[in-house]
């Protein structure tokens, strides 16, 4: 993981519970809470293109930084 900023696309996100996961452009799944949304609102549109940071983060690794294309 080198911090570089990597593209795909909000494959879930469930609001109750603040989780969801990103299907990266490579096919990896990568799940994230929603306190990694860059614009500080907590919620995402599932179906929108992103961009993110890969981090490890309670013993997995979770895409941080997310920001809409």
């Given at each position: 993981?080198?911090?570089?900023?990597?593209?795909?696309?909000?494959?879930?996100?469930?609001?109750?519970?603040?989780?969801?996961?990103?299907?990266?452009?490579?096919?990896?799944?990568?799940?994230?809470?929603?306190?990694?949304?860059?614009?500080?609102?907590?919620?995402?549109?599932?179906?929108i293109?992103?961009?993110?940071?890969?981090?490890?983060?309670?013993?997995?690794?979770?895409?941080?930084?997310?920001?809409?294309?």
């Amino acid at each position: 993981m080198s911090g570089e900023f990597v593209e795909g696309s909000v494959e879930s996100f469930d609001d109750a519970a603040g989780l969801g996961t990103v299907l990266l452009d490579d096919g990896t799944r990568v799940p994230f809470h929603c306190v990694s949304i860059a614009d500080g609102t907590r919620h995402i549109e599932t179906g929108i293109r992103v961009r993110v940071r890969l981090a490890f983060r309670v013993a997995r690794v979770e895409a941080v930084d997310i920001e809409g294309l």
